[in-house]
């Protein structure tokens, strides 16, 4: 009975962890950082690890790469530099 219960509680946070680590993935890629470093990562620890991610990417690595082209542009820029698409800053 107990056992059961262990292997139910063990899904859910390999769940858990999984989405969490191809959420970071995702993340990390259209952003421009190291994507499997991250999505390993992510993989290893749940909440912390996202709330690890989610402040390291917005507060430190903020790059302004276009979604469109992939250029890096100036960190102050608005619209690409490259081909003058507007850049997301969330
Ligand atoms: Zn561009």
């Not at 989405?19 to 470093?37: M, T």
């Not at 990417?57 to 302004?64: D, G, P, T």
């Amino acid at each position: 009975m107990d056992t059961k219960i262990y292997i139910i509680l063990f899904t859910l946070l390999f769940i858990v962890l999984g989405i969490q680590s191809v959420w970071i993935y995702k993340d990390a890629e259209k952003r421009g950082l190291n994507k499997w470093l991250w999505g390993a990562f992510g993989f290893l620890n749940t909440p912390t690890n996202l709330l690890i991610y989610l402040i390291v990417s917005r507060m430190f690595l903020q790059k302004n790469i276009c979604l469109k082209c992939g250029h890096k542009n100036n960190k102050n820029a608005n619209f690409c530099e490259n081909c003058g698409e507007k850049i997301n800053m969330d």
